[in-house]
C-alpha cells in the first residue's frame, strides 16, 4: 500500500524558509503530477503548487515568486521550498501525487508562520 510520508513543517517567523518534503513508501510508476496543497482553518483545500510529468510548474499566484517545487523521480519525492513566508502561509500542507494506478495522499503536515 502506497503512503506519502512528509516531514518539514514547523513553526517559522515571518520572513523565513522552510523546506517540506514528501516521500512515496513504494515505487509509483506513470506519474502525471506531484504536488503540494494547503488547507488554513475555516477555508477549503487549495493548490499550492504541482511539477507535472514533463517537468512544467503550476503555482498560486499568492506563492509565485516565493515557493519553489522540485522532485527527484527516482527517490519518488517532492519537495516544497518556502521563502519569505507570511502569516497567512499558515495551513496544514499536503503533498499529492496523481498517477495512472490511483490519486495518493499525504498526511498533512502543519506549517505555523508567526512571530
Known amino acids: 500500500q502506497v503512503q506519502l510520508v512528509e516531514s518539514g513543517g514547523g513553526l517559522v517567523q515571518p520572513g523565513g524558509s522552510l523546506r517540506l518534503s514528501c516521500a512515496a513508501s513504494?515505487?509509483?510508476?506513470?506519474?502525471?503530477?506531484m504536488g503540494w496543497y494547503r488547507q488554513a482553518p475555516g477555508k477549503e483545500r487549495e493548490l499550492v503548487a504541482v511539477?507535472?510529468?514533463?517537468?512544467?510548474?503550476t503555482y498560486a499566484d499568492s506563492v509565485k515568486g516565493r515557493f519553489t517545487v522540485s522532485r527527484d523521480i527516482a527517490k519518488n519525492t517532492v519537495y516544497l521550498q518556502m521563502n519569505s513566508l507570511k502569516p497567512e502561509d499558515t495551513a496544514v500542507y499536503y503533498c499529492?501525487?496523481?498517477?495512472?494506478?490511483?490519486?495518493?495522499w499525504g498526511q498533512g503536515t502543519q506549517v505555523t508562520v508567526s512571530s
Open positions: 513504494v515505487r509509483i510508476f506513470s506519474i502525471n503530477a
Open positions: 511539477i507535472g510529468s514533463g517537468g512544467s510548474r
Open positions: 499529492k501525487i496523481d498517477s495512472m494506478t490511483g490519486d495518493y
